[in-house]
């Protein structure tokens, strides 16, 4: 339960920051930005180094491949998770 509300965490982390780096500049982030920023942010959630890396890389692959899909406009764009939906957790 631990590593799926990490990763839930993670996910809408980089989903706003997504958000406002495409309102401010037209352009989103990509996965290596965000993956460089990954470490930064184990600093300062200390927490998040208590579960699997892994999971949480994946959270943010998923959340570069959900952008790249919605660019090639084959989904509409990512959404905030939320803990009260087991299927997107």
Known sequence: NKTIGCS???????LSL???AYKETGKGLTYGICSAK????????VWLKEVD???IQSSVRNLADAY????KKQNSAPRFKSKKNNVQS
């Open 68 to 71: 790249t899909r919605f660019f």
């Open 8 to 14: 839930r965490f993670v996910f809408n982390h980089f």
């Open 18 to 20: 997504w958000d406002n």
């Open 53 to 55: 890396s892994i999971a």
């Open 38 to 45: 990954l470490s930064a942010m184990k600093k300062e959630f």
